[in-house]
């Protein structure tokens, strides 16, 4: 009889290139990485260091996000309690669900012992079920949100002499994050209504333009087909069985946009006076 073993998340076999990468590292070159004098720690630090950066472009974070841990249970109570304790002034209450694994359970425990509001969610019913699914999806579009303002913004990296003009840029660039995100969403939730319910004719002709080389339709074409055609502005590739494009290749397509849509104005078919030579 075949067996199947379903848990992958609690435990899988490590990946055959991975054991090849790590075994120099556990045999030859083996050393501390966080050592502070020279040593064989710093071919073990330049490893970490590849790692980190290679993991940080897998998920489209800085490296400096990145923290390796021995395990989940580690990373759940670093997370749980680092967040809890740090945002305890904006809210005490936390809400979880009943099937969490005990690394997730005996933290909150310890978060509760301190003064913390904790719901455990039921999961007995499908519509419980449906619930929880729906709360975690709004978490990770704030999640999604907060990478496309950090990761494609760059805000952290943003340097000013005054906090006004940090919050005003910040106020900027909170809106750039909404709108890569709302036209992403939108793209993806009403495929099927007209484009210009969220571009304008300057920005769907020039995009249509510069992509299929044709003068532009009479009639705009439908959302879910010109968020594609932004989104290969930024290196989507459009083939048909393709998932719809994500923030990220929507961001920078969205950038090329702009700069086409103002040629567009000022050198396009539509534009009244001819381009003014200053
Ligand atoms: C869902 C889940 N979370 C956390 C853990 C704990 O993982 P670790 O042994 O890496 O601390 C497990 C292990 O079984 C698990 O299945």
Same mark, same amino acid.
């Given at each position: ?93 936390? %809400? ?36 929880? %699914? ?28 005054? %906090? ?115």
């Amino acid at each position: 009889m075949t067996k199947g073993y379903l848990d992958y998340q609690s435990a899988s076999p490590v990946d055959p290139r991975v054991v090849e990468a790590m075994i120099p590292h556990m045999t030859e070159h083996f050393g501390n990485p966080s050592i502070l004098f020279r040593s064989d720690g710093d071919s073990a630090r330049q490893a970490l260091e590849d790692a980190r950066g290679q993991v940080a472009r897998f998920v489209g974070a800085d490296p400096s996000e990145i923290v390796f841990t021995s395990g989940a249970t580690e990373a759940n109570n670093m997370a749980l309690k680092g967040v809890a304790l740090k945002l305890q002034s904006k809210g005490k209450h936390i %809400i979880s669900s009943v099937v969490e694994h005990r690394s997730v359970v005996t933290p909150l425990k310890y978060l509760e012992r301190l003064g913390f509001e904790v719901t455990s969610l039921p999961v007995d019913e499908i519509e419980h079920v449906r619930q929880v %699914i729906q709360y975690y999806c709004v978490r990770w579009m704030i999640e999604v949100f907060f990478r496309v303002l950090k990761s494609g913004c760059r805000v952290e990296e943003r340097r000013f002499e005054h %906090i006004d003009r940090l919050l005003s840029c910040l106020a900027v660039y909170l809106i750039v994050a909404w709108r890569t995100l709302y036209v992403c969403r939108v793209g993806r939730g009403c495929p099927d209504i007209s484009c210009e319910a969220v571009f304008e004719p300057a920005e769907w002709k020039s995009v249509w333009n510069v992509i299929h080389r044709t003068t532009p339709p009479s009639v705009p074409p439908r959302l879910g087909e010109m968020v594609r055609l932004v989104a290969q502005l930024g290196g989507y590739v459009n083939r048909k069985h393709c998932d719809p494009p994500g923030p990220q290749t929507i961001w920078l397509g969205l950038q090329r946009m702009h700069d086409f849509a103002l040629s567009w104005q000022l050198f396009g078919p539509d534009a009244r006076a001819g381009p003014k030579l200053v």
